[in-house]
């Protein structure tokens, strides 16, 4: 049996459209026309009907014309903020709840007011073109399946509570009240900030190596580099990586730290050992100086080391996170935008930044 959807729109027939590129065995959608307010609380949550599926999707505007000629209007997040709500205090089983909608510019708002209140958030015409949100579906859907009956760290995290940089997550995961409260603070501060995790690209990076131009680096993270990667919730739609585990490893394996070598003695050192043939190191940008490359640039994909770039102002929220910086590769090249670079940086950045 696949996961089970709800998807509430106020255009059915054209919903059904929509949905139809990731709905299969796997991922199944019940469709729904919206009922006034209190009928369609009472129907998803004082009935309990939310209970029979595994996840809600939700058009943004709710708008139609009821039996009495009342025209009935509200929106998806308010839906949203009643479940949310109701969900703590015991009514009903906490779900991913995910948003569509045709206005970019209404979801581009709600990121600011309402984020915490969805999974994701989707442009219709996404599901014809985003190969992703199947498997997003899915492992949202699976993660809150066993948050509603385990909320350990290991089950959360797919590890045990073993270094000590994982306790300030630990004491975060321990203040949640809700599976959604999990999901949320592992979707959005560890799997989508670098830290704990490394994405494909930054571990790519740390190793030294231009996967892109390396035929051999699928066979490198398949044969060396799986055995760190992450197990927890929603690794099914995100590829991450352990970070503590790399370093460790490496520290064993080389009798090194990875951090303090250049790009070409790491993949040499790679080469070395396991006897990949093709695999390339990283190159020195144009107006960088160290090949020690630690960190991917904010605004484009050169590598980089600190001392090459300007950080941003972005503060990290949780200690684990990474600062961001801006390399000078980018800042002095000609395809540089100004507008999207002053909002990353402070005073002091910015005044080096006018003299580049």
């Known amino acids: 049996m696949g996961n089970k959807f709800l998807y509430v729109d106020d255009e059915p027939q054209k919903a059904k459209g929509i949905i139809k590129p990731i709905e299969d065995a796997e991922l199944i959608f019940d469709v729904e026309s919206p009922k ?44 949203a903020q009643s479940i949310r709500t109701d969900v703590k205090t015991g009514k009903i089983k906490d779900l991913p709840i995910f948003l569509c909608s045709t206005d970019t510019l209404m979801i581009s708002i709600l990121d600011r007011t309402s984020y915490d209140l969805f999974d994701k958030k989707y442009e219709k015409d996404e599901f014809s073109s985003n190969e992703n949100i199947k498997c997003e579906f899915i492992s949202f859907a699976e993660a809150y399946q066993l948050l509603n009956h385990k909320n350990d760290f290991k089950s959360i995290m797919g590890k045990d509570l073993e270094d000590d940089e994982l306790l300030p997550l630990q004491i975060e995961l321990s203040k949640c009240q809700t599976p959604h409260e999990v999901v949320y603070l592992i979707n959005n501060y560890v799997i989508k900030y670098n830290g704990l995790l490394l994405d494909e690209e930054l571990l790519a990076i740390r190793l030294g190596i231009n996967h892109k131009k390396s035929k051999d680096w699928s066979k490198l993270k398949d044969e060396i580099l799986n055995e760190f990667k992450y197990k927890g919730i929603l690794n099914g739609c995100y590829d991450r990586w352990w970070q503590s585990d790399l370093l460790r490893w490496w520290k064993i394996t080389f009798e090194t730290s990875l951090k303090v070598l250049p790009a070409s003695a790491k ?45 941003t102002i972005e503060m990290p929220r949780f200690v684990w996170q990474e600062p961001s910086y801006i390399s000078f590769a980018y800042l002095k090249s000609e395809e540089r935008v100004r507008e999207d670079i002053i909002p990353f940086l402070g005073a002091n950045e910015l005044r080096i930044f006018e003299t580049l």
């Open 36 to 79: 006034t307010w209190n009928d369609q609380k009472s129907y998803l949550i004082e009935s309990k009907k939310l209970n029979e599926y595994d996840g809600l999707l939700l058009d943004l505007k709710l708008q139609f014309t009821d039996n009495h000629n009342n025209d009935i209007k509200y929106k998806g997040s308010d839906l």
């Open 267 to 311: 993949v040499e050192a790679l080469i070395k050992k396991f006897g990949y043939s093709n695999i390339t190191f990283l190159s020195l940008p144009e107006n960088h100086r160290f090949d020690t490359f630690w960190y991917k640039c904010r605004l484009s994909e050169n590598p980089l080391e600190p001392s090459d770039a300007l950080r």
